[in-house]
């Protein structure tokens, strides 16, 4: 979560600390051995999330029309193709730590 949206200060917080954690666990791993691990960022995603945001009113999201507005756009992230992409990147010779965002992904490989 690299937006900032206020209410959402322990969300946004939680995932910038697993993204610090998985860096540093990749790390530790390449000193050791064992375990490969990787933080994906997959975009705005259409999961039941959404639908609560959606919901909620707009005196307790202001932004709320931002995500009523990509829903009715079609521009969330279809969960089951994200699936299909992380299941990918095992595929990928990835750093150990990496934090991947899949939408650079999509990107670099549709160009």
Avoid: C
Avoid at 21 to 41: K, L, P, Y
Avoid at 62 to 81: A, C, G, N
Avoid at 85 to 110: F, K
């Amino acid at each position: 979560a690299s937006s900032v949206y206020a209410g959402w200060s322990s969300y946004g917080a939680g995932k910038a600390a697993v993204d610090q954690w998985v860096r540093n666990v990749g790390a530790e791993q390449d000193e050791r051995g064992g375990v490969q691990v990787i933080s994906v960022t997959p975009g705005t995603v259409d999961t039941g999330m959404q639908a609560h945001i959606r919901e909620t009113s707009e005196e307790d999201f202001p932004k709320r029309e931002k995500f009523v507005d990509l829903h009715e756009k079609d521009e969330l992230e279809d969960p089951d193709r994200v699936a299909r992409e992380i299941w990918g990147l095992l595929d990928r010779d990835l750093d150990n730590g990496a934090v991947v965002d899949l939408r650079e992904l999509t990107t670099a490989s549709d160009g």
